[in-house]
């Protein structure tokens, strides 16, 4: 299995994860969540055209995909809660798997943050709907750490976790 970033060839691959993440998101009672088609196809696009979108592929599928950003993020600027830090920071938006329960979410976040630190950032934010049962599992179980509430655009609360990894320069174990 490898990461790679995404392809507009990609998009309709993209676009099946995204439909079969918001069923399971409605399974399991979170109702509202990327409701409308969201992401759209232009969300996505976007995402691949700057560079943002990756894949996790296994030679024959596309499993999981993610939006890796650098930040700052706007909608983190105000958080009701505390960051515990103005470090530099990337975020994740739109992280989605074929199918639960596999580690492909696992997977993704450990290829994240590898990628983070060979880019001189250790921090990764990311956000998830209240009911969104399954993703704060994943965060709790990888160990983020809840920091509050950032509000999005239009106006629409989302948990705010955070996560920092030892960066090379205080470790051992860098290569």
Known sequence: MTIRPATYSD??????????A????????NLTQWD????AEEVVSADIGA???YV????HEI????ALIPGPDPTYAIIQGEWPDDDPYYVIHRIATSSPGRGIAKKMLDWAFEYILSEGYNVIRIDTHRDNS????????YGFSPCGVIHLADGSPRDAYYMKRPSCEHTDDCM
Not at 56 to 59: A, K
Not at 63 to 66: A, D, F, K, S
């Open 134 to 141: 399954i993703m704060h599992h994943i965060l709790a179980k």
């Open 51 to 53: 560079g943002n979108c």
């Open 11 to 20: 998009i309709e691959d993209l676009m099946q994860i995204f439909e079969g």
């Open 36 to 39: 409308g088609g969201y992401p």
């Open 22 to 29: 918001r069923k399971i998101m409605r399974e399991s009672g």
């Open 56 to 59: 996790l592929d296994d030679g």
């Open 63 to 66: 499993l999981g995909t993610m």
